[in-house]
């Protein structure tokens, strides 16, 4: 596997309203132990969105990665161009922050938000050139993840494509075990 894409819930779905809150340390390390074994095991890319919430932590994670000189790489495909415009100045911060990291940058549509068709366009563009997918999503607590699982799910169910969801039992055994080390 060369290429994953990471997604989740946005931010606020899970309650979170800044980026360096205490929970983004565990949701993290939760990230990093899902990706190490892939990177170690020849993943190349992590693709993501630019989304608030899992996906900029995503970003973050991968920037502290290339720190540890794990070799791996960072695009980050929006969905259209200014996805940014409405987010307050402190998640502006953020996202360009994480723009810093990414070694790849594109917009998916050439233009500004249309319509809902641009994030449909997005899944299925990310899922259709990657070679998996990671979701922090529980399928007990719907939220904006869903409709690029559904699409996630049926291409596994067609192919080969990775699809590995982290639940909210997952981020608890990290809480746990990383209170555990203290």
């Known amino acids: 596997m060369k290429s994953i894409a990471v ?8 309650g979170i309203f800044k980026k360096d809150a ?3 340390i565990y949701i993290k390390e939760t990230m990093k132990r899902h ?20 996906e900029l932590w ?3 994670v991968v920037g502290e990665l290339k720190k540890e000189a794990y070799a791996i790489k960072l695009a980050i495909l929006e969905p259209f ?22 070694d790849y940058h594109a917009f998916i549509t050439k233009r500004p938000y249309e319509n ?6 997005r899944d299925g563009f990310i899922i259709d050139n990657t070679d ?13 993840p869903k409709f690029f699982y559904d699409r996630a799910k049926l291409a596994k169910e067609r192919s080969d494509y990775y699809l590995e969801c982290i639940d909210f039992y997952a981020l608890q055994d990290v809480v746990e075990d990383m209170n555990q080390a203290f």
């Open 7 to 14: 997604t989740g819930y946005k931010n606020f779905e899970l």
């Open 22 to 24: 205490d929970e983004a």
């Open 35 to 54: 990706l190490v074994p892939l990177i170690e095991d020849g993943l190349e890319w992590v693709i993501i969105s630019g989304q608030l919430g899992i």
């Open 58 to 60: 995503a970003g973050e």
């Open 81 to 102: 161009e200014n996805q940014s415009g409405n987010w307050n100045e402190a998640n502006k911060i953020w996202a360009s922050e994480v723009l810093t990291i990414a």
């Open 116 to 121: 809902p068709s641009q994030f449909a366009a």
């Open 132 to 144: 998996g997918a990671i979701l922090v999503y529980d399928l007990e607590k719907e939220g904006s």
